[in-house]
């Protein structure tokens, strides 16, 4: 009755014939369903409630979390993908619950000190599986959260999961998902090989979005780079022209703050015309259709696809590259390296015993390195350096 229920709001919202069905296909392990909440709700406050999420507000996204109160974290950029990607969602009535709980999930994985933390740890587990924080997000949600007496991780449904493990697109070659998860953690529900739904895709762009965007607002802020310098990437250049007089009236950060909000619109607006096309030439019937199609239906425009490579390599250049950026990220990297080997010496000492039951000695102190926030973690350093 439920079902039936929620199905009928959905036929008043017109729900698109490419949204994943509100009634989900199932869980890895069996639940009763809420009379509350649909699955997709249920999942996103899952995700909310956990451990890893409320760590993620002291995780890095570019600049070491103790450097300033006012810089994105990994927090603060996964609520910024959920709200464009609840937004793109709205438009093309897909499943925003869902497109919600992906974007809220997908960094879960991130150990600190950003990537520096993550070519660090990865390099430490070289010859026991890697690292991957993609992967590592759904350990966490798989085995590692530990909130219910049935089992293990937070039982997620199959869609959220599956969009999760397509965050950038099908997964053709599984033996690392095989090695750092186990051969079977999805229990087959799991078609590697087929495309993620829309949602998914809409997720995973509204990570570059924001990711871009707001990277470009922070290194602004932090002084690594005047608006004037971006003056030469095609599509800001034609923003900042139109606030240039507002430059002299307005103060600075509010001018940014409009430049950065036209970016985005810009960007969004790009996504809605190109994938309105997508998805007329593809021609597709059903949900089904959308799993075999071969071609990527959420994407930008060529010419926003070179807008988007611009402002990658500037922030590389200017930003991530940048001498104070890579001194802090370097620091990160040695504090990863350090306690690693400092931890596996004596892992008793820092890890309970029921985690080095369940895994091997290197996946389990690369589990607690990669859920440490920057601020733990150099403090554990300084304590046992």
Not at 46 to 55: C, D, G, K, L, Q
Not at 58 to 80: A, C, M, P, W
Not at 166 to 190: A, T
């Amino acid at each position: 009755m439920y079902y039936t229920f929620l199905s009928h709001l959905m036929q008043k919202s017109e729900y698109s014939k490419f949204a994943t069905p509100i009634k989900s296909i199932g869980r890895i392990y069996s639940e009763k369903s809420s009379l509350l909440r649909s699955p997709y709700q249920r999942d996103r406050d899952r995700v909310i409630h956990s451990t890893a999420f409320r760590r993620l507000k002291h995780k890095t996204q570019v600049f070491v979390n103790t450097t300033g109160d006012h810089y994105r974290t990994r927090i603060t950029h996964s609520l910024e993908v959920s709200q464009i990607a609840r937004t793109l969602g709205k438009i093309f009535k897909l499943n925003e619950d869902l497109c919600e709980t992906l974007s809220l999930a997908h960094d879960l994985g991130h150990p600190p000190f950003g990537h520096a933390g993550e070519e660090a740890l990865n390099e430490c587990m070289d010859d026991f599986g890697g690292f991957d924080h993609n992967i590592q997000t759904l350990r966490i949600l798989t085995l590692l959260e530990n909130k219910y007496y049935n089992f293990s991780g937070l039982n997620l449904s199959i869609e959220t999961l599956d969009g999760l493990v397509k965050h950038n697109g099908p997964v053709f070659d599984k033996s690392k998902y095989d090695l750092i998860l186990g051969k079977n953690i999805f229990k087959k529900k799991i078609n590697f090989k087929r495309s993620p739904s829309v949602e998914s895709q809409i997720s995973a762009i509204s990570d570059d979005i924001a990711y871009n965007s707001h990277d470009l607002e922070d290194g602004l802020k932090a002084l690594l780079f005047q608006i004037e310098d971006l003056d030469k990437i095609p599509v800001i250049s034609d923003i900042i022209y139109r606030h240039k007089k507002k430059l002299k009236t307005k103060d600075k950060e509010l001018v940014l703050r409009q430049i950065v909000r036209d970016i985005i619109n810009e960007m969004v607006k790009d996504i809605i015309i190109n994938t309105t096309k997508n998805l007329k030439y593809a021609k597709l019937k059903n949900i089904n259709d959308v799993y075999k199609t071969k071609i990527h239906l959420v994407n930008f425009s060529e010419k926003m696809i070179n807008f988007d490579l611009s402002i990658k390599s500037f922030l590389k250049t200017r930003m991530y590259n940048h001498k104070s950026v890579l001194k802090k990220t370097k620091q990160g990297q040695n504090i990863v390296k350090a306690l690693f080997l400092k931890i596996k010496k004596n892992p008793t000492k820092f890890i309970k015993r029921s985690s080095l039951r369940n895994f091997s000695k290197e996946r389990s102190v690369c589990d607690f390195i990669a859920g440490m926030t920057d601020r733990y973690a150099t403090n554990l350093y300084n304590l046992i350096k």
